[in-house]
């Protein structure tokens, strides 16, 4: 018992640890840029020794494209915990869409750096960490077409609908939205955002019946 608990210990610290250089590496490199950025710095921003940083990540580049999986993670399990939250409450799959804008919505309010930093990622092809991230996005992406063809399926929405490429759109709608709010409208709040986003589906999802 002693053992487990200083394991489950030792595990704790380490992913507090990853956690403070992943908040220091996007931030830093939101400021400065990738190149410009030094694992020294790094270290410096995160409180720890330099040695840290390589303890947990073979280089910078590794720990930028962890800094990419665990992000998106974090947004996908967002997005799907919001559609299941809609099931159980027997709510429509415009609902469960709807809601999934407002948790895409909360997750960039949250992390308004690493949503600029994936967005700019996602333009660039020369990145060691490019195949990660389209991985990662399609992970996100996949809970929105999963909600779209259930509603195909199920007769709230057109069989007509391009599924993939629908999803895709409102995922870029909700971050580039998102990114606008955050640079040149800060004074519009949370909620004033998702009830534009949210009357733009009702108008163009529900309406493709």
Known sequence: MESSSATSGGSTRRE????????????????????ATTVDEIAE??????????????SKSVLFEELLRHGVGLLTASLREAAERTAREDGTKVDALDAMIRAGLVFIDRYPAFTQLYVAELWRTNRAWQSTLMVVRQQAVAVVEDVLREGVAGGEFSDEIDVPLTAAALVGMVLVAALDWKSFQPERSLDDVHAALSRLLQGRVSGCR
Not at 18 to 26: D, I, P, S, W
Not at 45 to 58: D, H, L, P, S
């Open 16 to 35: 507090a640890t990853r956690q403070k250089l992943y908040e220091a590496a996007v931030t830093l490199i939101a400021e400065q840029g990738f190149s």
């Open 45 to 58: 921003r995160a409180g720890v020794a330099k040695g840290t940083v390589y303890y947990n990540f073979a």
